[in-house]
């Protein structure tokens, strides 16, 4: 399958924070392999249309009955033994609202559960948009450069090509192919492509094959995508104080696609951290 690249529509930047490193094993990522026809989703996809505008509150209530966390959305049991109208899904996001807010809100009237306060606690939520990357444009691109760059060659001192040649390595090399990829759909946080190589930030840190576990059915792991470094200017994590970071985060899942019913396993994420080569 054709490689491609996914990105985010009307968004806006935000300022780097001071980063924190985080390993490949705290980057946890489960597949599931849903049939069209299950218990969780629509048969058919939804409109592409915009919904109305309803001006409704969201409701942290299922039709089921059950109740929503007030500050994350998973399923709320605990509720606020002074009004018993907020859920929760654990204390600690239950003392979070209470610092940010529900202690005021708390003895007022109203619906406290139809409504979600907004801590800047959960990631921004924007629409995915997919497309499929053309494969022959960075051939011919790459076939102009190396000509220009033979070209201007040809005409520099011996000397001169001494020194770019000197100073030329590897990860220069690596890091320029990966702003090459990119430079067509700069604003891309993710792309596909399975079965094949991903593309590297960094000449440091590229695992072998020893080093991608098999799945637990035996088969080998394949690479099905990675995550681009852009998707840190969406994510908006330092509003907590601190932000995570990465280059490129390379998944890897069953060759087989084993089958896992309706339960979920753990594929294999590998993390390379951008080098500096100045």
């Known amino acids: 399958m054709a490689s491609g690249s996914v990105g985010l ?13 985080l390993r490949s094993e705290q980057f946890p990522i489960f597949r599931n392999q849903l049939p069209r026809r299950n218990d969780f989703y629509a048969y058919e996809p939804p409109s592409e249309d915009p919904p109305p505008e309803t001006g409704e509150s969201v409701c942290l209530q299922l039709e089921s009955g059950a109740h929503l966390c007030r500050v994350c ?18 204390k600690e996001h239950q003392t979070l609202d209470w610092r940010l807010g529900h202690k005021q809100a708390c003895t007022q009237e109203g619906d406290l559960d139809s409504t979600v306060p907004d801590h800047s606690f959960l990631f921004p939520e924007f629409e995915i948009v997919i497309e499929t990357e053309d494969e022959i444009m960075p051939e011919v691109v790459g076939k102009d450069d190396e000509s220009e760059i033979i070209g201007s060659m040809g005409e520099a ?6 020194s770019m040649a000197k100073h030329e390595s590897r990860e220069d090399r690596i890091f320029q192919k990966f702003k090459t990829k ?3 759909e700069p604003e891309q946080i ?29 088969a ?16 908006k994590a330092d509003r907590l104080g601190r932000s995570v970071d990465w280059g490129v985060l390379a998944v890897f899942t069953c060759a087989e696609s084993c089958g896992l019913g309706t339960g979920y396993t753990e594929e294999f994420v590998w993390k390379q951290d951008i080098t500096d080569t100045a």
């Open 9 to 21: 529509a009307e968004l806006g930047f935000v300022e780097a924070a001071p980063a924190w490193r």
């Open 73 to 90: 959305g998973c399923l709320g049991p605990k509720t606020c033994s002074r009004c018993h109208k907020a859920h929760y899904c654990s």
């Open 157 to 162: 001192p011996e000397e001169e090509l001494d």
């Open 182 to 184: 990119i430079s067509f």
């Open 190 to 218: 993710l792309r596909y492509g399975r079965g094949i190589a991903p593309i590297w930030i960094s000449g440091e840190n590229i695992p072998q094959e020893k080093d991608i576990p098999d799945c637990p059915c035996g």
């Open 220 to 235: 080998k792991r394949i690479f099905e995508f990675q995550v681009m470094p852009h998707l840190l200017n969406y994510l």
